[in-house]
């Protein structure tokens, strides 16, 4: 569910996590970092330009470079104050996911990626000595929570000297299965994904014998964290998932129970590591606009932390979203009127993506939204209108689906 475009956004689990033994080191998980491909070099600017991801936020952070310049293939202390709104230092901010700040460092072309936590400081700061690995644009996403505030993301573009690398070109993925270390992930999502349309992602995750992972551990107070940003790096996505439980958050604008509304993306995950034949990690989430969207998923086994990117091309919204009678040739076409569901009873099929087109005829029945309770998916119905739900089903059975009054009902068989 979008609010505005124009601004940007950021979403996390909102709730904070204590944990006393949390980890202390912060590892980087920096990934495969490209090598050098020129010579060219590239001149350190003391400009650091700040942008803010989160609307009306009370508190901003600033950053600071020790030494005055950021340079490649030395260690740069990264210093962050957060400020309120007076300028005076906010040092009262909350654990989330056993962290006061997370930092997400992307180079500008999104080819390296690294999650790591500066620490607090008795003065307030925190502080990070932190290694780019080239000279370049670097965008640093800090994200932080103080008391009684939302969750606040603000990125930083900080150009550090030293040699530059080939631009990597960012080229959506035809191959959903990667392996690293190891471990392979596959992401199984309908094909194309559409923009300003809700879409499951599954994580299936097997291990170096090619049989599924069942022993994911927390990472972070998580069972999985995914990151996703924009090719122009102008929307991000934070998000850590608990056990058990659907989480997600501030920047969000849709779902009851978030409780922040100031984003335009969001994403739910939900572990599942029980069933060989289900996905290991599930999100919902829905991306804003086409584009290419960069997805990082970060998982931990056997205490190493397993970061695993995949590059995914959105494409353009559904014209059945805004309302055209139209509706993707390859959808169940459900009608929904004060007959009920038209067909109410939809055979599928486990394991594959599906697209349901539900058509609202006349705004006299009280089908104005349709509710899968077990997916945690709710989407408005508007009358005389086309709405697109796509999920995969994981669980042979029925997959209930009903209005939001719960009258109307109607289900998937699923085989
Ligand atoms: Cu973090």
Redesign the pocket.
């Given at each position: 569910m979008k609010t505005k475009f124009s601004i940007l956004f950021a979403t996390i689990a909102v709730a904070a996590f204590i944990l006393t033994g949390c980890t202390q080191s912060s590892p980087s998980t920096n990934t495969a970092v490209p090598t050098n491909g020129t010579s060219e070099r590239v001149e350190a600017s003391a400009e650091i330009n700040r942008t803010h991801l989160t609307e009306n936020a009370s508190f901003a952070a600033d950053l600071k470079i020790e030494p005055s310049l950021a340079e490649a293939g030395r260690e740069n202390t990264l210093v962050f104050t957060v400020k309120d709104k007076q300028g005076q230092v906010e040092k009262n901010l909350q654990i989330v996911?056993?962290?006061l700040m997370?930092?997400?460092i992307v180079s500008e072309d999104l080819a390296e990626f690294d999650?790591?936590?500066p620490e607090q400081q008795p003065d307030g700061t925190f502080r990070l000595n932190y290694k780019f690995a080239n000279g370049g644009t670097y965008k640093l996403y800090t994200?932080f929570t103080p008391q009684n505030s939302p969750q606040i993301v603000n990125v930083f573009d900080v150009k550090v000297g030293g040699p530059a690398r080939t631009r990597t070109p960012l080229v959506a993925d035809t191959n959903l299965s990667k392996s690293v270390d190891g471990l392979t992930v596959t992401l199984k999502t309908v094909q194309p994904i559409k923009a300003a349309a809700g879409t499951s992602l599954d994580f299936y995750i097997t291990d170096a014998d090619g049989k599924p992972v069942t022993d994911l551990q927390p990472y972070?107070g998580a069972m999985a964290?995914f990151v996703v940003i924009s090719e122009d790096a102008s929307k991000f996505l934070?998000v850590?998932a608990e056990a058990g439980e659907v989480t997600t958050s501030a920047g969000t604008g849709g779902h009851e129970g978030h409780q922040d509304k100031h984003g335009e993306m969001e994403m739910d995950v939900e572990p599942d590591v029980k069933d060989t034949g289900t996905p290991t990690v599930r999100a919902h989430t829905e991306f804003p606009i086409a584009g290419i969207y960069k997805l990082w998923g970060q998982f931990q086994r056997g205490g190493k932390v397993f970061t695993v990117p995949f590059v995914l091309n959105i494409t353009a919204a559904d014209p059945n979203v805004a309302g055209s009678t139209e509706v993707p040739e390859d959808a169940v076409k459900i009608t929904v009127s004060s007959n009920g569901f038209e067909p109410a009873t939809v055979p599928v099929k486990r394991g594959e993506p599906v697209r349901l087109a539900f058509t609202r005829k006349g705004d006299g029945n009280c089908g104005s939204e349709v509710v899968f309770q077990k997916l945690n998916i709710k989407r408005a119905l508007p009358a005389n209108k086309t709405t697109v739900v796509e999920l995969t089903p994981i669980e042979s059975g029925d997959l209930a689906f009903a209005c939001g009054m719960n009258m109307l009902k109607g289900k998937l068989v699923v085989r």
């Open positions: 996911h056993e962290k997370h930092l997400l999650h790591v936590h994200d972070l964290h934070h850590h």
